[in-house]
């Protein structure tokens, strides 16, 4: 199995920067996509940003686009999410989560192991 550790979260102004981090430990060779969802009490869990393992495609939910920025460092087993010009609407607990497959990364029922998350509170 696969475990994933969230870190980075915080408090930050509007309009400042963030940078999440998630690193995989265990079976991390199973892994071919991760991803970044964001959850908001009273509303559904939200896809922000996925990228295959390999780096060779990346997909962001339109509402981030331009601002946040998904990479990945394999030596580190590592998957990184920039933040930049943060809104306060971005405020959520962002999880990170690994798929084994190299396709869905959109979608939540894909992915197959899920992180604890990382609070991200953006204020006014």
């Known amino acids: 199995q696969v475990q994933l550790v969230e870190s980075g979260g915080g408090l930050v102004q509007a309009g400042g920067s963030l940078r999440l981090s998630c690193a995989a430990s265990g079976r991390t060779f199973s892994i071919a996509s991760m991803g970044w969802f964001r959850q908001t009490p009273g509303k559904e869990r939200e896809f922000v940003a996925g990228?295959?393992?390999?780096?060779?495609?990346?997909a962001y939910t339109g509402s981030v686009k331009g601002r946040f920025t998904i990479s990945r460092d394999n030596a580190k087993n590592t998957v990184y999410l920039q933040m930049n010009s943060l809104k306060p609407e971005d405020t959520a607990d962002y999880v990170c989560a690994a798929n084994r497959l190299w396709s869905g990364l959109s979608v939540a029922k894909q992915y197959d192991y899920w992180g604890q998350g990382t609070q991200v509170t953006v204020s006014s």
């Open positions: 990228i295959t393992w390999s780096g060779t495609a990346t």
